[in-house]
């Protein structure tokens, strides 16, 4: 947890400067505040693989940059950039990438904490490996699913208390089908999550339930 703590804060401090929108900065990046520390304050008793750290990482990245410039103004991403040229996008497409990892990393987050305290996997003694319910992937895409609802529910609410103060929050640059697409978004994170690491995320949890890891 040390070096997540490390090479995060300084991340961080360079958002918190000078951002596009305080208020803003603040929604965008209170799952950071509020997550870091609750990962840390349960370290001891319920370790992380270091797989899933390095993608929360990820994500948390991604959140701060969002809270900076706000997801229309991240550079890079908008209709005028190579990127969006080559795409024809036009619209700054960033909250897409923030709604796919949305998706992709609480789809891993999910997997792990329901292989570790549920019924839903068990390890086989002949070679240590982890044998998963056929429900577990059908239960990890409607968790991110719900999730996802959830924070588009945050959004309609916080436009409903702040108005016109919590557009750059909402994001939806005039597209009346953004919130259905950001939620189709984190259903496509999530699959791709599971259909190209389950394998390699079976591992990372044998081997921080061993105690190779987080101890």
């Known amino acids: 947890m040390i070096w997540f703590v490390g090479l995060m804060a300084p991340i961080l401090a360079w958002s918190w400067l000078s951002p596009q929108d305080r208020l803003t ?16 304050a349960t370290a001891q008793r319920f370790p992380l693989s270091t797989m899933l750290l390095l993608l929360v990482w990820l994500h948390g ?56 305290t549920s019924p839903l996997s068990q390890r086989v003694s002949v070679d240590g490996k982890l044998r998963a319910s056929r429900w577990l992937a059908f239960l990890v895409v409607s968790v991110c699913l719900a999730f996802s609802a959830f924070y588009e529910l945050i959004e309609w609410i916080t436009a409903e208390l ?19 697409k950001d939620m189709a978004m984190a ?27 987080g101890e």
């Open 25 to 40: 900065w603040w929604l965008e990046v209170a799952p950071v505040i509020f997550g870091v520390p609750l990962m840390l």
């Open 162 to 180: 702040q108005g016109a103060a919590a557009e750059a929050f909402l994001g939806t640059q005039g597209d009346i089908w953004d919130t259905q």
């Open 61 to 116: 990245v991604v959140l701060i940059v969002g809270g900076h410039y706000t997801y229309a103004l991240v550079p890079g991403f908008g209709p005028t950039d190579p990127l969006g040229r080559a795409l024809g996008w036009t619209r700054n497409n960033y909250d897409k990438l923030g709604h796919f990892a949305q998706g992709f990393v609480p789809a891993i987050l999910t997997r792990e904490i329901l292989l570790r």
């Open 187 to 213: 259903l496509v994170g999530a699959v791709i999550a599971l259909v190209t690491l389950s394998r390699v995320h079976d591992r990372a949890v044998v081997r921080v339930t061993s105690g190779a890891v």
